[in-house]
Nanobody, 115 residues
Framework: QVQLVESGGGLVQPGGSLRLSCAAS????????MGWYRQAPGKQRELVAS???????TYADSVKGRFTISRENAKNTVYLQMNTLKPEDTAVYYC?????????WGQGIQVTVSS
């Protein structure tokens, strides 16, 4: 089992920044891909960014150039630096980790972009 705990969400004004963190614990050996997804009210959950164990990254078109995903393997933590936030970035953000063909999810954290 892998447990994922997100932190760093909250309320921010348009144009502002937030950094989300996701700490993994439990059976963390051989975690491969990690990533961030988000789900806005009335919408499906969508990929925001992902990162492999080797550091290769993928981003949704809507966040390219504004968000940066990174991973600190020694701390079993993945980060999402979000800059130039827009109201449409408002959503619950979920951390995801893949290990041994099983996908694990965090409980989600709210990000609200509003003036």
């Amino acid at each position: 089992q892998v447990q994922l705990v997100e932190s760093g969400g909250g309320l921010v004004q348009p144009g502002g920044s937030l950094r989300l963190s996701c700490a993994a614990s439990g059976s963390i050996f051989s975690i491969s891909n990690m990533g961030w997804y988000r789900q806005a009210p009335g919408k499906q959950r969508e990929l925001v960014a992902s990162i492999t164990s080797g550091g290769s990254t993928t981003y949704a078109d809507s966040v390219k150039g504004r968000f940066t995903i990174s991973r600190e393997n020694a701390k079993n933590t993945v980060y999402l630096q979000m800059n130039t936030l827009k109201p449409e970035d408002t959503a619950v953000y979920y951390c995801k980790a893949d290990r041994a063909f099983i996908t694990y999810w965090g409980q989600g954290i709210q990000v609200t972009v509003s003036s």
